[in-house]
Structures are given as structure tokens and as C-alpha cells.
């Protein structure tokens, strides 16, 4: 190998303090190839020693490792191996934007690391849990009582009627229990033995948890408890067992409806002979059902509905009887005393009283989608019909209507007014037939 050419003048100098350290280039051949490299000179070891590197960015590395070390005075630190080496100057470079020396940080991320129990991996998750939910940020403490009249307030406009009424007795009681407290001071022990101490069916177990978890929410989003903090979430809620759907026989409903001030009429038949939910009927209008009587389908606007969806509701021949028989030109289907949510969840018990048929629970719509789904054999078509889902459908008609016979179905659906003591004659039955019963 043969030097071609070496430049006198150094390439370059790195400067630390008043540590100079100069890089020289040559040219040279081998094997008949013409390249540079780049040496320098290495006085820490108290002897002269030369440092070559086949490019300039190495013997800049190289040069400003010398000038840092003979600087600083450890000059010892070149005579490490060279990937410590590495691993150090990466490591106060890492540091450097922190404003923290190499020892401190190392002594800092010790004491984290053994916090978390030596569990290296969770610092980083750690740190962003604490930056997100800041404990140390102050909170402005709130008594139980005064969070929840805030609470209660803010929902009146943002949940029905009903969800109100429901969601304040299960909050009022809370505040009522732990009105001198404050919210952030009610921890879960207290709650548990609170919850323990009522003897509540499950569902009413669930709900109340539910209603006060909801305060919590609430009550970290206005800053009255420290982020995160909810004394609910860790109390086991309990198994709720689903009731046995019951349906009004046919008899039942002829009772009702001979019963029932005429005005009540309209609702019940779309009730228990259209499926379609009390809540739903009480939005509706003679306007609306006048044209489903032309037309054979009464159309639910996506307004009206429970789910937010318009639906196609058949008028079975039956039904058409009963609304032709007390139907108007206008107005609502429901009187106007019993529009507000709380005097509709007062009708069943009403209802009751006025015809003296025991109320089962949502047996008119229950009773509908069962006999229905018996005549027509076609799940689609009730579940179409009512407005719910497959799944809702299978858990409450299915295995039902399994125990209906074909004769109380069609019973059901032939109820019709009585007119001065005539049946008023409907037309043929509407409601399809199938060619054999194998779909239930």
C-alpha cells in the first residue's frame, strides 16, 4: 500500500475547552484502488499515538472522545472498552435535554424501578397513568348531599321523565346516607356496607351502584374527587335472573277492553294487538293511525320509536275493528291528562283496578309478539313488526309461544268490539298462514 499524497494541514480540529484535537487526510493505493482515510493523534496515555478511520465521521467520534476525556481529566475512560465506551456517550447525549447529569438520572430511575417493585418494564406505564390523572393536581372537595342536588340538576334536561325519577331515588338515598361526607372522604368499605345492610332484589342492587357511579363521573369531571376516583367500581354486582315473560289469555283481554273507559280503547288494541310499546303509542296521533287504516300499515316515525328507527306496524283485521269502532278525525291517541311519562307508568295499575284482570308485567306487547309469532311463523316478520332485536325477540317469544296452541292464537286475534250486542263481523284473517308450523 502506497501513500499517494498526505495533506500537511489537518482536515479539521475538535475543540473542548482549550483541547485541541486535529485530523489529518491522505490519499492512498491499494490494490490498485485510490482512497483517503483519516488519522490522529492521541496524547492521553502520555505517549503519541495515531488513530486511523476509513471515513471522517469515526475520526470526528474518535477525536471529540480525546478532547472530552483529556478536558475533563479522565483521561482514563479511553482505555475502556470500546463499546462502553459507546454506551456511555450515548447515554449522556440520551440525558442531556433532561438538564440532568449521567449519575443522578441513573440514581432516580434506581428509586423508580424499586417503587414499582424491580418491575423495570412498568416505569414508562407508570409515568403516563401519573401524567394523565395528575393525584397531586388539588380537587375542591363536595358533600355528598350538595353533589347530588349539582348532579340531579344537570340530568333534568338530558334523560326522560322516567330515567330521572329512578336515577334520584337511588342518588337521594346515597346523599341521604352520607350527606356530612364528602364524596372523595366515602370510600368503597363504607359503600359495601351500606349496599349490604338493604335487602334488595339484584337488579335494584345493580342500579343503585350504577346511579352512584354515575355521580362519581360526574363528580371527577367537575373536579370534586380526584381523577379516577370511584369507591363503586370495585363492589361485585349481582346476578340478575330474568323473569318469566306472561302473556294475557284471550279472555283476559276481552275483559280489559269491555271494561276500560272508551277513551283507553284506541291504546290498549294497539297495545296488545300491534305490539307496539305504551311510551311509542303516546306520541302517536289519529292523523297518523287514519292513514294505516287506508293503507294497512301504520308508520312509526324514527321520532316516535324507542329505538330511533321508523318501523312498518301491520294492522291485523281485529285491530281494525277496534280503532274504526272508536276512531277520530284528530288529536292524539292518548288523552291528554295521560301524557306526561309519570301518568303513562301509572296506567297498568289502573288499568288493573278498573277491569280487575291482574296486571302482568308488559303483557300486552308480550302477549302480541307471542300469538304472532304462533300464526305467523315467521320471526322476521314480528321482529319487523315490533321493533326490537333478534336476540330480545328469541329470549322472550321463542320458547313461548312453543306453548301456545294454534287455537288460543287465532282466539287472540278474533277478539272484536261488541256494538249493542252484535260482534262486529272483520274481514278475513290478514295474518299469513304458513304451509306447515316447523319454524318454532
Not at 500537511?8 to 473542548?16: D, L
Not at 354515575?214 to 330474568?242: D, H, M, S
Request: net charge positive; charged share 30%; proline share 5%.
Amino acid at each position: 500500500m502506497a501513500t499517494i499524497s498526505r495533506n500537511r494541514k489537518p482536515v479539521c480540529r475538535i475543540q473542548r475547552g482549550n483541547v485541541k484535537v486535529p485530523i489529518y487526510a491522505r490519499k492512498q493505493i491499494k490494490q490498485g484502488s485510490v482512497y483517503t482515510s483519516y488519522s490522529l493523534p492521541d496524547h492521553s496515555s502520555g505517549r503519541r499515538k495515531f488513530w486511523s478511520f476509513a471515513n471522517l465521521s469515526e475520526a470526528k467520534e474518535k477525536a471529540l472522545e480525546i478532547a472530552e476525556a483529556t478536558h475533563s481529566g479522565k483521561s482514563e475512560v479511553l482505555f475502556w472498552a470500546d463499546d462502553l465506551r459507546v454506551e456511555i456517550r450515548r447515554s449522556l447525549d440520551t440525558v442531556e435535554p433532561t438538564g440532568m447529569n449521567l449519575l443522578p438520572a441513573c440514581q432516580l430511575f434506581a428509586q423508580a424501578v424499586q417503587i414499582l417493585g424491580g418491575k423495570s418494564d412498568e416505569l414508562l406505564a407508570a409515568c403516563q397513568h401519573y401524567a394523565q390523572n395528575r393525584p397531586d393536581k388539588p380537587h375542591t372537595p363536595k358533600l355528598a348531599k350538595d353533589a347530588a342536588r349539582e348532579f340531579l340538576a344537570t340530568k333534568k334536561l338530558r334523560i326522560s321523565e322516567r330515567r330521572l325519577r329512578s336515577l334520584s331515588s337511588y342518588v337521594n338515598r346515597f346523599a341521604e346516607k352520607f350527606s356530612q361526607k364528602s364524596l372523595n372522604e366515602i370510600n368503597r368499605v363504607e359503600l359495601q356496607d351500606f349496599v349490604d345492610s338493604n335487602t334488595w332484589a339484584p337488579k335494584s342492587h345493580n342500579d343503585f351502584l350504577g346511579g352512584v357511579s354515575l355521580l362519581y363521573l360526574e363528580a371527577q369531571f367537575r373536579n370534586w374527587v380526584p381523577k379516577g376516583y370511584n369507591p363503586t367500581k370495585t363492589i361485585q354486582r349481582k346476578k340478575v335472573v330474568r323473569s318469566t315473560v306472561q302473556v294475557f289469555e284471550p279472555s283476559e283481554a276481552k275483559q280489559i277492553l269491555t271494561r276500560i273507559d272508551a277513551d283507553l280503547v284506541p291504546m290498549l288494541a294497539l297495545w296488545l294487538f300491534a305490539g307496539i310499546r305504551k311510551e311509542e303509542i303516546s306520541r302517536m296521533s289519529w292523523d297518523q293511525v287514519n292513514r294505516g287504516l287506508e293503507t294497512g300499515c301504520i308508520l312509526m316515525e324514527a321520532k316516535q320509536t324507542k329505538t330511533g328507527v321508523e318501523r312498518s306496524v301491520p294492522i291485523q283485521n281485529n285491530l281494525k275493528s277496534w280503532l274504526l269502532k272508536h276512531r277520530k278525525d284528530s288529536g292524539n291517541i292518548l288523552p291528554d291528562h295521560l301524557k306526561t311519562m309519570r301518568r303513562i307508568d301509572e296506567l297498568p295499575g289502573y288499568i288493573s283496578r278498573k277491569t280487575g284482570v291482574k296486571w302482568k308485567d308488559n303483557a300486552p306487547r308480550h302477549s302480541f309478539g307471542t300469538y304472532y309469532l304462533k300464526m305467523c311463523k315467521d320471526p322476521a316478520e314480528v321482529v319487523k313488526a315490533m321493533g326490537n332485536s333478534l336476540t330480545e325477540f328469541e329470549r322472550h317469544y321463542w320458547c313461548k309461544a312453543t306453548s301456545i296452541t294454534d287455537a288460543v292464537a287465532k282466539e287472540w286475534f278474533d277478539i272484536l268490539p261488541d256494538d249493542n250486542g252484535k260482534t262486529i263481523t272483520a274481514p278475513k284473517q290478514a295474518i299469513p298462514q304458513p304451509e306447515r308450523e316447523s319454524v318454532v
